[in-house]
């Protein structure tokens, strides 16, 4: 019996071994990662319009429209990114099973799992984001988007300032307020339990006990994002 030469080769061994939804949650996973820094910046530079009059809102709204290429920038590190992974969220949330309430028996109801909670709730804000997203695109971006004056000037006399405008506006009223509570609320805790999951599934974290710690900084990450909107929302409320 003679051993051969060279090992047969077959067509499925040139493939590509890893299956497709792996590639499409990693790349969902991703996407979910720059909009946590962009909900970290965003809220940042609202938190400002509550203090000093609103002078660093200005001053950092200013900044961000003065740079170079920036509706160029919006669409590639803003709005792709939501775009994937709003897509991927949605098909995600449409065939989640929901296991952490208690039922009728016929499923599985196991709400005594911190992280089967975790999972519910990381699908029920979903769908609070993807609505609020929406609204808040069509309220800030078209319906009340600062235009310039005949002269080619803005209303308090730059961009930022006419949008320090839109914001006391916005939050003068208590409906407007409570809406976006929930929203900054939901955004905040959908961002940072993501971010946690994130860094499992990039295999960045693999010990429990580098969980649990991770698990501490993506939660006060959470509280600090969380309590940057929520100082933009309510200290323009009562002191704009």
């Known amino acids: ?23 499409f949650r990693r790349l969902h996973s991703l996407m979910g990662l ?6 970290f910046e965003h809220l940042y530079v609202n938190s400002q319009a509550a203090f000093n009059g609103g002078s660093g809102f200005v001053a950092a709204v200013n900044k961000i429209h003065s740079l170079p290429y920036l509706k160029l920038i919006e669409i590639l590190f803003i709005a792709t990114p939501f775009f994937i992974h709003g897509i991927w969220g949605v098909k995600y949330a ?25 999972f519910s709730w990381q699908r029920i804000t979903s769908w ?4 609020g997203v929406i ?14 004056l005949f002269d080619g000037s803005y209303l308090g006399g730059s961009m930022g300032a006419a949008f320090l405008e839109v914001v006391k506006a916005t939050f003068k009223s208590p409906a407007m307020v409570i809406l976006y509570t ?3 609320v ?28 991770m698990r501490i900084v993506t939660t006060l990450l959470m509280w600090a994002v969380m309590a940057m909107g929520l100082v933009a929302i ?7």
């Not at 009728?104 to 909670?117: A, T």
């Not at 609204?135 to 310039?148: C, D, I, K, T």
């Open 1 to 23: 019996m003679t051993t051969p030469v060279h090992e047969k080769k077959f067509p499925s061994d040139e493939r590509l071994k890893l299956p497709r939804p792996f590639i």
């Open 34 to 39: 720059a909009l946590v820094i962009y909900l």
């Open 94 to 118: 449409y065939t989640a099973r929901l296991n952490s309430f208690r039922g009728s028996g016929k499923n599985p109801s196991l709400p005594q799992y911190k992280r089967n909670r975790a």
């Open 128 to 131: 609070v984001i993807l609505v």
């Open 135 to 148: 609204a808040h695109v069509v309220q800030m971006r078209f319906l009340r988007y600062p235009e310039p």
């Open 182 to 184: 929930v929203f900054v």
């Open 186 to 213: 939901a955004s905040s805790y959908h961002a940072f339990n993501g971010l946690w999951t994130l860094l499992i599934s990039w295999g960045l974290i693999l010990t429990r006990r580098v969980q649990a710690v």
């Open 234 to 240: 309510w200290g323009v409320y009562w002191l704009g």
